[in-house]
């Protein structure tokens, strides 16, 4: 039974950092890209960022390139969103995903196989 558990929400003032994880259980994590999206109070679902091999591509939104970074350490099965510079505008419900690479991995537009149940970022001003 494959499980991604996010850690790491929580509220912080604009200008403040916070670093999401992503657990993934049951696969072979070398094996899957990852991703984050999000999603906002009566917004739709939106990608944040990808990444394939943990050497390898990453991708990111317009909006949080320059002050976010994905990254994975497949030792640990675990993913991480490193989020700093934090705006008001950041606040949502962020997931993790992830999907086999030979099938493309994570990227914007891409509906991956797995899911997270979600993690809340507030971000005050």
């Known amino acids: 039974q494959v499980q991604l558990v996010e850690s790491g929400g929580g509220l912080v003032r604009a200008g403040g950092s916070l670093r999401l994880s992503c657990a993934a259980s049951?696969?072979?994590?070398?094996?899957?890209?990852m991703g984050w999206f999000r999603q906002a109070p009566g917004k739709e679902r939106e990608f944040v960022a990808g990444?394939?091999?943990?050497?390898?591509?990453?991708s990111y939104a317009d909006s949080v390139k320059g002050r976010f970074t994905i990254s994975k350490d497949d030792t640990k099965s675990t993913g991480y969103l490193q989020m700093n510079n934090l705006e008001p505008d950041d606040t949502a419900v962020y997931y993790c995903?992830?999907?086999?690479?030979?099938?493309?991995?994570?990227?914007?537009?891409?509906?991956?196989?797995?899911w997270g149940q979600g993690t809340q970022v507030t971000v005050s001003s």
């Open positions: 995903a992830a999907d086999l690479l030979s099938r493309g991995g994570v990227i914007s537009g891409s509906t991956p196989s797995y």
């Open positions: 990444i394939g091999l943990s050497s390898g591509f990453r």
């Open positions: 049951g696969i072979i994590f070398s094996r899957y890209g």
